[in-house]
């Protein structure tokens, strides 16, 4: 590993490496887990997950009757969505919220991070198994978060196009649905701001289609959110590996840094607090969690949908004991996406 602490190579700008001196690379180390606090809270939780969730739960309620197919399927996976959004716009992200408080990108660079990563979100960076293999990283070894992910995505695909291809028999069907297309159309418009290249449809044309959108939108709220942001306090607890803000600035030269250095550099006792009770809030598990794949109401009553959902529920049960086993193996188990801890939508 080593670290460019600016945008551009300078001569105020060096490369920080393992091989300098114990506190200058401790202080590079600082600086980068603090740029991955704020990147990761502003883009792969608030906008990839909590705020698509919402993109998605707005033009479903929009656009779609609670008769709809579609509807059926997906509302289960919007519990809560707007709730909580509405609280995090209050409460973290808000003037004065915690966000803002205790993150060096709170304010306006809060809103610069958001607007930078909306320009460029894709809709492969969403599908794992697209993500996955445009990352390179189909053969890292001992990677769960790919190995839970990709079993689960193709468990849920299975599920979702087993749904919609009892209900839409032909493409020309998806076609002609005009509060299908409606609902894309609002998503495209008003969630990714009609960025063609981003490649979110704008309309569907055929049911595989359909299939891999829907599949995307349930994935995005349940198992994606549950990757994310079930394990922040577990290792952002300790504050020095994921420091929420820094009180110096990046270093511009090396072999000046020292343990008094490294203690100026981290965030005071107040603002420690703050953000290691923001993260250990956002982990908890409440009273009312729905596990991913269970559906208290029951939105379907047919009996093929119902047989799939049972088929569904049967096979994440399967998942989650072969996720149990490894684990018990493994010094770090890795539990975030065991669909027994996955919640059903963005509810926390």
């Known amino acids: ?153 193709d468990i849920l695909h299975s599920f979702v196009e087993g749904i919609l291809k009892n209900y839409y028999k032909s493409d020309h069907d998806v076609e002609r649905d005009p509060e299908l297309q409606k609902w894309i159309g609002d998503i495209f418009e008003h969630g990714f701001l009609c960025r063609a290249k981003s490649g979110i449809p704008q309309r569907f044309t055929t049911v595989k289609e359909l299939v891999k959108f829907a599949t995307m939108v349930i994935f995005t709220g349940s198992v994606q959110h549950a990757a994310v942001n079930s394990g922040q306090f577990d290792y952002g607890g300790w504050m020095p590996n994921l420091p929420s803000s820094l009180r110096c600035p990046p270093p511009t030269k090396k072999n000046e840094a020292t343990e008094a250095t490294i203690l100026s550099a981290l965030p005071d006792i107040s603002t420690t607090l703050k953000a290691l009770d923001m993260l250990y809030l956002l982990t908890r598990r409440f009273s009312d969690f729905v596990p991913f794949g269970t559906y208290p109401e029951d939105h379907f009553t047919e009996e093929e949908p119902r047989r799939l959902i049972q088929i569904f529920q049967e096979k994440l049960k399967e998942l989650s004991e072969v996720i149990k086993t490894r684990n018990k193996k493994l010094d770090v188990p890795y539990k975030y996406m065991d669909p027994a801890e996955v919640e059903n939508s963005v509810a926390i």
Not at 34 to 63: D, G, I, K, P
Not at 123 to 129: D, E, H, M, R, V
């Open 1 to 153: 590993m080593t670290s460019w602490l600016q945008q551009k190579p300078a001569a105020d700008n060096p490369i920080f490496l393992p091989t300098d001196s114990e506190y200058d690379w401790l202080l590079a180390k600082l600086c980068v887990r603090n740029a991955e606090f704020n990147l990761f809270e502003l883009n792969t939780h608030l906008l990839r997950t909590h705020l698509l969730a919402e993109v998605f739960a707005v033009s479903l309620l929009r656009n779609l009757p609670m008769v709809h197919p579609l509807y059926k399927l997906l509302v289960p996976h919007s519990r809560y969505t707007l709730h909580i959004n509405v609280l995090a716009r209050n409460k973290l992200i808000s003037q004065d919220g915690v966000f803002t408080e205790v993150a060096a990108s709170g304010g306006e660079g809060m809103i610069q991070i958001l607007r930078r990563s909306l320009s460029s979100i894709t809709y492969s960076s969403l599908c794992i198994p697209d993500d996955i293999a445009e990352r390179g990283m189909k053969d890292i070894p001992n990677f769960f978060y790919r190995d839970d992910g990709l079993r689960l995505w």
